[in-house]
């Protein structure tokens, strides 16, 4: 499968060859993943690579935990807590940062080996009032909802609580609601 990934013709080849082969000289085992390349160890997620349209990332899932004295870290986006990447537009700007790199591919095993905890989220996101009224009268989509992964739940409700009036988070959640039932996320097929 992941030769297959490998093998096809992409924009950001050699940049993935290239982080591919930092990544498996840090020790981690490679696996495809959401269709890209995963490096994991011991069976946890360390980094993943992602081709972008006009860069590729190599994204560390505990990001945040990283230190990053020269700032080389961005975010992932705005709704996202922990993961953090380095974005690269030419082989060159990864051989610059090969170094950078190597240390942080090694800090990030080192976190997880240690089992070194992301920090609880302070601002937890609120249950819109209409998603409580639907919950008293649907209780196979209470549960359902409860039953999805943390960040599955903060997406929902990141996209509801971002309508600004009552009919339009109203429409979200009962758009949402057959994927909720199917345990999927806000942005699965």
Same mark, same amino acid.
């Given at each position: 499968?992941?030769?297959?990934?490998?093998?096809?013709?992409?924009?950001?080849? &050699?940049? *993935?060859?290239?982080?591919?082969?930092?990544?498996?000289? /840090?020790?981690?085992? @490679?696996?495809?993943?959401?269709?890209?390349?995963?490096?994991?160890?011991?069976?946890? !997620?360390?980094?993943?690579?992602? +081709?972008?349209?006009?860069? =590729? /990332?190599?994204?560390?899932?505990?990001? =945040?935990?990283?230190?990053?004295p020269n700032g080389l870290l961005e975010e992932q986006g705005p709704?996202?807590?922990?993961?953090?990447?380095?974005?690269?537009? !030419? +082989?060159?700007?990864?051989?610059?940062?090969?170094? &950078?790199?190597?240390?942080?591919?090694?800090?990030? =095993?080192?976190?997880?080996?240690?089992? =070194?905890?992301?920090?609880?989220?302070?601002?937890?996101?609120r249950l819109p009032p209409e998603l409580e009224t639907i919950f008293?009268?649907?209780?196979?989509?209470?549960? /359902?909802?409860?039953?999805?992964?943390?960040?599955?739940?903060?997406?929902?409700?990141i996209h509801f609580n971002e309508a600004q009036q009552e009919a339009?988070?109203?429409?979200?959640? @009962?758009?949402?609601? +057959?994927? *909720?039932?199917?345990?999927?996320?806000?942005?699965?097929?």
């Open positions: 499968m992941m030769q297959n990934y490998l093998q096809k013709d992409r924009k950001w080849k &050699a940049e *993935i060859g290239q982080l591919r082969e930092l990544a498996m000289a /840090a020790g981690l085992s @490679e696996e495809l993943k959401w269709g890209k390349p995963c490096y994991t160890s011991e069976g946890k !997620n360390i980094v993943i690579i992602q +081709p972008f349209k006009d860069s =590729v /990332a190599l994204m560390f899932f505990k990001g =945040v935990l990283l230190k990053d709704n996202s807590r922990s993961a953090k990447r380095l974005s690269f537009r !030419n +082989p060159e700007e990864i051989e610059e940062k090969r170094i &950078a790199i190597q240390e942080f591919l090694k800090e990030a =095993v080192d976190i997880e080996n240690r089992g =070194v905890q992301l920090p609880e989220n302070q601002e937890e996101q008293e009268q649907d209780e196979p989509l209470r549960s /359902a909802f409860q039953k999805l992964t943390p960040g599955r739940r903060r997406m929902y409700l339009t988070r109203s429409r979200r959640i @009962e758009k949402s609601r +057959p994927k *909720i039932i199917a345990g999927k996320g806000l942005n699965e097929r």
